[in-house]
């Protein structure tokens, strides 16, 4: 048996997200039944987090047990033959038999895209979000510094979701603009159920003064989600980079 | 009687082209009917020059003839409330009353994207030509210098093209590789029909040796379609820029 990881890219638009749903198209079913066409075998893939509806990524990893021998760069290109346009996969390496996708990952990049301006791009329609208000991205990225660091991110996690320790470590986040687009990125060792999404709205209300400045040290220690801002819509959210302890290829 | 100059953006894939058609959705329908919405009267709109089926315009401009006393600012955000997302309205202002979208039009400058690469972009799904096998993009920026000038572009015409005059004249013509993308940006005073396309597609037989190097201005010469290089496919292909004597919004 060999163990493989996978790196691929998914435009999230027609997909529930990653994780297997009933009665709901998701990019793990989808995967999988390539898979089963390749491999002549319904083989489990293990992949590095969940997704949302409608988000995006553009380096995802997973990771396949299998009997096949098939090399590599058949498999990328097979895979590539039976997967549909809107899911890639960009690369293909043998792992240690024990390397799972999601235990082993040490932290994970995402990126957010919010354009700001008064006129949609067609070109972007469901992959940022549209923002009309004019923001300031000085403002926000000097606020963002504020979650850098280990905090208990409890109020920046959807109520309801279930996790025993809030505790993470935000390594960097960074808001630049790029002409009419906004670009929100953050690197983590983890991230709680749409914690990225809040931090973003957030960040815009802050710059919208709906949350008055430098407030994010006591929203961060209230552990209180209806001290946070809006979530952002998840059209806009991008996995940017999974991390293991061995660089991914 | 006013004469407004409309700037638009739209992502080609979903319209069989700018013009008019009887059985097939255009962008000048589509952008006709959103201004009959916002004027309440059928008001003609003349495009800069028709599009093929699958291209995308970042900047393209029409004329519309109109009673209606609206100001710009709101026919800009109506038109955007009433046109499908991937149609946008981006500027609009009032010009001289003789002013035509096409007789005025003195230059128009296209983009084409190719992606050089084994692996699709899941975000550049019909948006780009895939083209796998490697390019050397040094080798036709060079070769591309051949184009520039004035010539007789029949070659590079599109077989049953009925123009009298096949004579324009490039003013530029670049090749650029950005990663796995590579980015052809041609300006001229007037293209004829698939010049652009098959302008890329020599340009790509040049690089693969199929056409043997330096031989365009001999093409150029010999006015025969048949010497020239494959048709780019359309969906690669932007018109970015439309110039007038007057610079446009």
């Not at 992959?127 to 926000?140: A, N, S, V």
């Not at 906004?182 to 815009?204: K, Q």
């Not at 919208?208 to 220690?221: A, E, H, R, V």
Request: some cysteine.
């Amino acid at each position: 048996m060999r163990n493989l990881l996978l790196t691929i890219r998914y435009c999230g638009t027609n997909y529930s997200g990653w994780q297997v749903q009933a009665n709901a198209p998701s990019v793990q079913q989808t995967f999988q039944d390539a898979v089963e066409r390749l491999f002549q075998a319904r083989e489990n893939v293990t992949g590095c987090s969940r997704t949302d509806s409608g988000v995006h990524a553009n380096r995802y990893c997973c990771n396949i047990r299998t009997a096949s021998a098939l090399p590599c760069q058949t498999i990328v290109s097979g895979l590539n033959a039976y997967l549909p346009e809107d899911i890639a996969v960009l690369a293909c390496e043998e792992v240690d038999y024990d390397f799972h996708a999601r235990y082993d990952c040490t932290g994970k990049e995402y990126l957010y895209l919010l354009r700001n301006s008064a006129v949609r791009d067609p070109f972007l329609i469901d992959r940022c979000w549209l923002f009309k208000p004019k923001l300031d991205e000085t403002l926000m990225h000097a606020q963002a510094q504020d979650f850098v660091g280990e905090h208990d991110f409890t109020a920046f996690c959807a109520a309801g979701a279930s996790t025993v320790n809030n505790v993470r470590t935000v390594k960097s986040f960074t808001v630049e603009r790029q002409r009419d687009e906004i670009l929100f990125r953050v690197t983590a060792d983890g991230f709680l159920y749409n914690m990225v999404r809040i931090m973003v709205g957030t960040l815009v209300y802050l710059s919208l003064g709906k949350i008055p400045l430098d407030s994010l040290p006591q929203i961060l220690s209230s552990r209180d989600r209806g001290q946070a801002g809006v979530t952002a819509p998840p059209q806009g959210l991008y996995l940017n980079r999974v991390f293991y302890k061995k660089e991914t290829p």
